[in-house]
């Protein structure tokens, strides 16, 4: 089964440190998302990509975070520095012909906890 | 505001009952409609679509009210498995990018 691969699953790490979570999106898919989960929030849209450009990561803090697709296969979420109320759980998601399929498969999620 | 809003719950429901969440969106432009559920400590994965002229999945019933600007979704016979938390999902005709609502917790009891 293709599915949606994120690594790390878990990461503890301290403030002021850097954190960079990975995603395999699904082989073919042009569209990739990242979310943030907080139960306070809910999922938040960070930034997403077609096609590897950006087209929208106004949901993104841009002092600390950026997201970046070198190829097709890859696509990183870095946070520098990191702060306490970065803690949540980040997904990935790849999908084709989002926007009408409204289809998006997520990966299992990076859980980050910043202490 | 935000673009979509739920009712988080939780709806406390036992087996068999019948159980409609409501979703609100703001934007108006807003071009497509889908619910998606998302087990405890899992990934959200799609449920449904939501067509204007209404439709079916089995137990499930998902509407459109573009006057009203809301959608909502039906869960007949409810099974324990349904528990589950449930996030209405819009996709905008601008950008084509997916907005989650927080999500309504549904918990069904035997």
């Known amino acids: 089964d293709a599915r949606v691969t994120q690594t790390p699953r878990h990461k503890v790490t301290e403030m002021g440190q850097e954190v960079t979570m990975r995603c395999q999106p699904i082989?073919?898919?042009?569209?990739v998302f990242w979310y943030r989960q907080t139960m306070m929030q809910g999922l938040e849209l960070l930034a997403y990509f077609r096609n590897r450009a950006p087209l929208d990561d106004s949901g993104m803090p841009k002092d600390r975070f950026s997201a970046e697709m070198p190829d097709a296969t890859l696509a990183t979420l870095k946070i520098q520095p990191s702060e306490p109320r970065d803690s949540a759980v980040y997904f990935c998601?790849?999908?084709?012909?989002?926007?009408?399929?409204?289809?998006?498969?997520f990966g299992e999620g990076s859980r980050l906890t910043v202490l | 505001r935000k673009e979509v809003e739920q009712d988080p719950g939780p709806f406390n429901v036992p087996e068999g009952a019948t159980v409609a969440f409501n979703c609100t969106y703001s934007?108006?432009?807003?071009?497509?409609f889908f619910w998606y559920r998302q087990d405890c400590r899992k990934e959200p994965k799609l449920l449904m679509s939501?067509?204007?002229s209404g439709n079916e999945d089995g137990r499930f019933t998902a509407q459109l009210n573009r006057a009203s600007q809301y959608i909502s979704l039906l869960i007949r016979d409810s099974k324990l498995s349904d528990s589950a938390t449930y996030l209405c999902?819009?996709?905008?005709?601008?950008?084509?990018?997916?907005?989650f609502g927080q999500g309504t917790t549904l918990q069904v009891k035997p």
């Open positions: 939501v067509y204007s």
């Open positions: 934007n108006s432009a807003s071009q497509s």
């Open positions: 998601a790849s999908g084709l012909g989002v926007a009408n399929t409204g289809e998006l498969f």
């Open positions: 999902v819009l996709s905008s005709s601008n950008t084509g990018k997916l907005i």
């Open positions: 082989l073919g898919h042009n569209t």
